[in-house]
Nanobody, 127 residues
Framework: QVQLAESGGGLVQAGGSLRLSCEASGEASGRTFSRYSMGWFRRPPVREFVAAIDWSDDSTVYADSVKGRFTISRDNAKNTVYLQMNSLKPEDSGVYYC??????????????????WGQGTQVTVSS
């Protein structure tokens, strides 16, 4: 019922920047986008947590590997969540997914707590 579409991936040199976008449509049980905590994950070998933002107060949490380099934000008027990625490293390469939680609970770092996922966008960082 909730559809997510990522965009903004591509090829970039080490040290460069990219901004990923995730547009949401639809709703579940009458909830609108502003009531969903959102997260970003990436899949090099396995899917791993990157960043999340809470639905209630826009609090954020980041994986240690990206802290200080990546910034997650949201624009509820546009039903969009963003991931600004700076100082990119080759190890940041992978398929990036945005995801929405199934309830109005607080943001989570666990992929098991997210129900709706986008198709992913490829990010490749060259050295």
């Amino acid at each position: 019922q909730v559809q997510l579409a990522e965009s903004g991936g591509g090829l970039v040199q080490a040290g460069g920047s990219l901004r990923l976008s995730c547009e949401a449509s639809g709703e579940a049980s009458g909830r609108t986008f502003s009531r969903y905590s959102m997260g970003w994950f990436r899949r090099p070998p396995v899917r791993e947590f990157v960043a999340a933002i809470d639905w209630s107060d826009d609090s954020t949490v980041y994986a240690d590997s990206v802290k200080g380099r990546f910034t997650i934000s949201r624009d509820n008027a546009k039903n969009t969540v963003y991931l600004q990625m700076n100082s990119l490293k080759p190890e940041d390469s992978g398929v990036y997914y945005c995801a929405a939680q199934a309830s109005e609970g607080p943001m989570s770092i666990w992929k098991e707590e997210y129900e709706w996922w986008g198709q992913g966008t490829q990010v490749t960082v060259s050295s």
